[in-house]
């Protein structure tokens, strides 16, 4: 069983910056590849950004590319999402997920994630 506390939403103007983190419980952080979604009012749960269970592979959506960097402190059992350049399309509720790893990859499809945060939410002014 693993939780998944995510922290450092809020309010931001647009071009500004942001960084989540998503506290982990359990002993076996390193063991799970883990992922970052968002899911705007109205809209579906997206795939933001996701990171291998080492760290050494990461994946991003088209429209974070170049903007979000996605990384994780396994001794700490933290992963973080760090977001610069931020757009008013980029607020939404961001959730943390953890996928039990079979492969070193970071997995973009949310079926793929066993474990949810509650969320937290940012919202970007324009």
């Known amino acids: 069983q693993v939780q998944l506390i995510e922290s450092g939403g809020g309010l931001v103007q647009a071009g500004g910056s942001l960084r989540l983190s998503c506290a982990a419980s359990g002993r076996t952080f390193s063991s799970y590849a883990m992922g970052w979604f968002r899911q705007a009012p109205g809209k579906e749960r997206e795939f933001v950004a996701a990171v291998s269970w080492s760290g050494g592979r990461s994946n991003y959506a088209d429209s974070v590319k170049g903007r979000f960097t996605i990384s994780r402190d396994n001794a700490k059992n933290t992963v973080y999402l760090q977001m610069n350049s931020l757009k008013p399309e980029d607020t939404a509720v961001y959730y943390c997920?953890?996928?039990?790893?079979?492969?070193?990859?970071?997995?973009?499809?949310?079926?793929?994630?066993?474990?949810w945060g509650q969320g937290t939410q940012v919202t970007v002014s324009s």
């Open positions: 997920a953890a996928a039990a790893a079979v492969y070193n990859s970071p997995y973009k499809d949310p079926a793929r994630y066993d474990y």
